[in-house]
């Protein structure tokens, strides 16, 4: 009687300890899930397009079709089913851009090897970011092809990208100015974007601690 007793006394303390790991691990994983961000979510709401702001889930990176450095045409159908990292830069920038570079640069090589992983550079500053210039930018700092797009196009796409699915400009720049030379956008986020196209996270794309963080953040996704 006392060896059942015994018998039944271990299987109960293993069951325990079994029951705590799984209730330890399913923390831990719940601890790692990133937030999913809709235009409710963010922080400033002058950078949120004033038709979005009510819009409280479900938000999701727009259709898009640009020209890559290789006069490539890339569309949403080229991001389908991809984790990817977007910016907006312009090559003859000589303040935050060539620090963004950089740090994305960073993140190509961390996940040069996985082609579940892109990044997409929209240029600011289409009317001299031609797909010449792109190219020479390319080349110039080590961009690889197929994994890093440098995209060019009609400004006004460009920019109604940026203010009504990335969300990544100042205030004043987030303001529906129109299309003419003194619309000009000057960012430095990275935005982290979803397998479903859903904005998981933003990062100062001059930091090497923020970038540290996005790396980090992107290998979370790839577990999801």
Request: net charge neutral.
């Amino acid at each position: 009687m006392k060896k059942v007793v015994w018998i039944f006394a271990v299987i109960f303390v293993v069951a325990l300890g079994i029951a705590y790991k799984m209730n330890l691990d399913q923390a831990k994983k719940q601890e790692h899930v990133l937030k999913v961000y809709n235009p409710i979510d963010i922080i400033e709401k002058s950078l949120v397009d004033s038709t979005l702001l009510r819009k409280g889930y479900g938000h999701t990176i727009g259709d898009f079709s640009f020209t890559n450095q290789y006069g490539e045409t890339i569309t949403q159908a080229d991001i389908k089913e991809k984790i990817f990292v977007a910016d907006y830069f312009f090559t003859t920038c000589g303040s935050i851009c060539p620090k963004m570079t950089a740090q994305m640069t960073r993140v190509q090589g961390a996940f040069l090897n996985n082609p579940d992983v892109m990044i997409l550079s929209h240029t600011v500053w289409p009317e001299v970011d031609t797909v010449e210039q792109m190219l020479r930018y390319a080349k110039e700092k080590g961009v690889r092809k197929g994994k890093w797009h440098l995209l060019t196009g009609d400004k006004e796409h460009l920019y109604e990208l940026a203010r009504k699915s990335y969300f990544v400009l100042k205030p004043t720049e987030a303001e529906d100015v129109g299309d003419g030379e003194s619309d000009f956008i000057h960012t430095n986020n990275f935005v982290l974007v979803d397998k479903k196209r859903r904005i998981r996270g933003y990062y100062d794309g001059t930091s090497s601690e923020e970038v540290d963080h996005l790396i980090r953040d992107i290998k979370i996704l790839l577990d999801e």
